[in-house]
């Protein structure tokens, strides 16, 4: 019997003709849009490899119901928050992700989420669009500055190193906060560390999230931290939206506490229709796009194909997040 693998979702690239070349018997949710929970469950059944996207939640239930054939987990998305990872391993399955190949197309999404939020380019665009533009005028949409001010980066990893860069070509001071500290990246860029992440919100215009979530980042952004930033600071956030707690954020930009958000990603996603935050001056959200280029995304389902192959092959993934299974 051919192996049983189930795909999520159409991918983009040769990603598929790759799989169909494989001697597979590949199931694929053909829709645009996530399977429903249960039929989610019911496809997972004798399922021995799964390649899933970030919006399938890989947990205890989906591991019972995929059962004892599953031996490869492979999600095309770098952070994986998503999957039950101490699960995966208990069980002996390798969890293969896509780290690097998005790095710098996610960055140049967050600089431009950091752009447009300062500068109010949507805003703008709507109000000539609704045919409000009548004159140039003095005091209309004034935004704040982005070059010379300062910029702090919270989870110095991968993408937040490539935000600094493109900062520093804005001619931007850079602090950072983060669980190691990086001393070659602040020689090399002029990166400032910040132990205390009240401190960093404090003293910073911008503040740029690339933590992954985890038990320790869900809410790292609360109430309380939103009060230490500046009332003028503009928050970015391309990580994951629980990093930060929206009912505050939602009363912080409310109250002007803070200047305004960009956010690629929310809490829930996507937020609902008629959600209050939506209907905020101050607040720029877009649908989770900060890998979406047509180079990057076909990398990356490259990617996670080559991590789903390996897994049912036996042989190390490529690309593991959990490589202590191999032990
Ligand atoms: P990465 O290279 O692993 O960087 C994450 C950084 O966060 C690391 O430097 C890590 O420290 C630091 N960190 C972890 N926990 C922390 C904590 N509690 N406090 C402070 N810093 C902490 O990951 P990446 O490739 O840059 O991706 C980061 C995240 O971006 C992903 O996990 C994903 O959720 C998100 N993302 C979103 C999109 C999008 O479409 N919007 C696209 C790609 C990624 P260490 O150096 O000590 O590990
Ligand atoms: C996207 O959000 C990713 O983690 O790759």
């Known amino acids: 019997m051919l192996p049983k693998v189930l795909v999520t979702r159409p991918l983009p690239g040769d990603a598929l ?3 169909r070349r494989e001697p597979l018997d590949l199931r694929l949710w053909e829709d645009e849009e996530p399977p429903p929970r249960p039929a989610f469950l019911a496809s997972l059944s004798g399922v021995e490899g799964l390649l ?3 919006t399938e939640g890989v947990d205890e239930e989906a591991l019972a119901a995929a059962g004892s054939a599953l031996r490869v987990v492979s999600t095309m998305a770098v952070g994986y928050d998503n999957i039950a990872v101490a699960a995966c391993t208990r069980r002996g399955i390798p969890v293969g992700h896509t780290p690097g190949v998005l790095t710098e197309t996610t960055a140049d999404l967050a600089f431009a989420l950091l752009l447009a939020a300062a500068r109010r380019v949507v805003e703008a665009a709507e109000y000539v669009k609704a045919g409000r533009w009548r004159a140039w005028s003095p005091t209309a949409l004034l935004g704040w500055e982005v070059h010379h001010a300062t910029l702090g980066i919270v989870g110095l990893g991968r993408i937040g190193l490539e ?20 001393p070659e990246a602040e020689s090399a860029l002029g ?6 992440l009240h401190e960093l919100l404090a003293a910073t215009d911008f503040v740029s999230l690339h933590v992954p979530l985890t038990a320790d980042t869900r809410h790292l952004i609360g109430a309380a931290e939103l009060r ?13 939206g629980p990093v930060v707690d929206q009912r505050a954020l939602y009363a912080a930009l409310r109250a002007g506490t803070i200047a305004a ?24 959200v877009l649908p989770h796009i900060g890998s979406a280029s047509l180079q990057t995304r076909a990398k990356m389902a490259a990617m996670a194909v080559d991590n789903l192959l390996a897994g049912l092959r036996g042989e190390r993934l490529p690309h593991c997040v959990n490589p202590e299974v191999y032990r």
């Open 261 to 284: 958000a960009g956010l690629d990603v929310t809490d829930p996603e996507p937020l609902p229709a008629g959600d209050p935050t939506l209907a905020l001056p101050n607040v720029l």
């Open 17 to 19: 003709e790759r799989l």
């Open 52 to 54: 899933c996207l970030l």
């Open 163 to 182: 935000m600094a860069k493109r900062a520093r070509g804005f001619d931007m001071r850079v602090l950072y906060h983060s669980r190691s500290r990086r």
């Open 228 to 240: 230490a930033m500046k009332p003028t600071a503009v928050l970015i956030n391309t990580a994951r």
């Open 191 to 196: 990166l400032t560390f910040v132990p205390a």
